[in-house]
């Protein structure tokens, strides 16, 4: 079978805040169609990891290509390249004063410049999928949390990104919203979707994942298969961390 090809690959990326190394030496490839797990303990920078695979924070050293391109590149169009690396955050960043649909078409009628009708078709067709059509021409303050967050998703893969990057959406959901937002990502899997994902959900990471990586204090220590990493971590580290989650 041939290998798929790499989509993003890092190389010795190093982040500082002040004095602070918050990542040392990130290697990683992330293929195209991978489903990429990152956990570990907060703090260890899993979530700053994902910024500045977005751009969102600015690197120290290290290089970052995205499709053959160095991220690290002075001249490089961010508003370019995050229309194909998607992000959806812990909190929704939903405007308010849009109803569902008007949220969604934004960025591709915008940013875009796509005709409104194609993209209103594609929208409203995500929308069905994720259960939510009926409510397009809500107001986020008449939306649950769940539903919420569900909207962020619909609204970030109609810019037809190449990657999704996921910074802990469940994080701030009660337990009963969680399951609808993890289906959504579960059901982008099985689409092969290339997806970078950071959560503290483990029984929803061993079923998404292709690859887990397990980060503590700015470096990787682990990358393996989701059975390996579950069932048999290398480190002492990793077994203590699962040994939280009563792994």
């Given at each position: ?6 989509l ?6 190093q982040?500082q ?5 918050v990542?040392n030496?990130i290697?990683?490839?992330?293929k195209?169609g ?6 570990g303990?907060s ?22 290509k995205?499709?053959?391109k160095?991220?690290?590149?002075k ?10 690396i ?8 939903l ?9 969604i ?16 078709k ?16 809500s107001?986020?303050?008449?939306l649950?949390g769940?539903?919420?967050?569900r ?9 037809n ?5 996921f ?11 969680v399951r ?21 959900e483990?029984n929803f ?6 690859k887990?990586?397990?980060i ?5 220590c682990?990358?393996?298969s ?19 989650f009563?792994?």
């Amino acid at each position: 079978m041939q290998d798929k090809e790499i989509l993003i690959k890092i190389n010795n990326l190093q982040k500082q805040f002040k004095e602070k190394n918050v990542l040392n030496g990130i290697n990683l490839n992330i293929k195209k169609g991978e489903v990429v797990v990152i956990l570990g303990p907060s703090g260890c920078g899993k979530s700053t990891l994902l910024r500045c695979l977005n751009g969102l924070e600015t690197i120290q050293g290290g290089d970052i290509k995205f499709a053959n391109k160095s991220l690290t590149d002075k001249n490089i169009n961010w508003q370019e390249i995050r229309q194909k690396i998607g992000m959806v955050f812990q909190s929704y960043e939903l405007f308010p004063h849009m109803t569902v649909i008007e949220n969604i078409l934004l960025g591709p009628t915008k940013v875009q410049k796509r005709d409104k009708n194609e993209v209103l078709k594609q929208a409203e067709e995500l929308l069905n999928k994720v259960g939510l059509l009926d409510r397009k021409n809500s107001y986020p303050r008449e939306l649950s949390g769940g539903q919420k967050q569900r909207i962020a998703i619909v609204r970030a893969l109609c810019m037809n990104p190449e990657i999704m990057l996921f910074d802990e959406v469940t994080a701030s959901l009660d337990p009963e919203m969680v399951r609808e937002v993890l289906e959504v990502i579960l059901n982008l899997a099985k689409q092969g979707m290339t997806m970078v994902i950071v959560t503290h959900e483990m029984n929803f990471a061993e079923a998404v994942a292709d690859k887990i990586i397990f980060i503590d204090n700015g470096k990787i220590c682990e990358a393996s298969s989701p059975k390996e990493f579950f069932t048999k971590p290398k480190t002492e580290r990793a077994k203590q961390f699962l040994n939280i989650f009563q792994y």
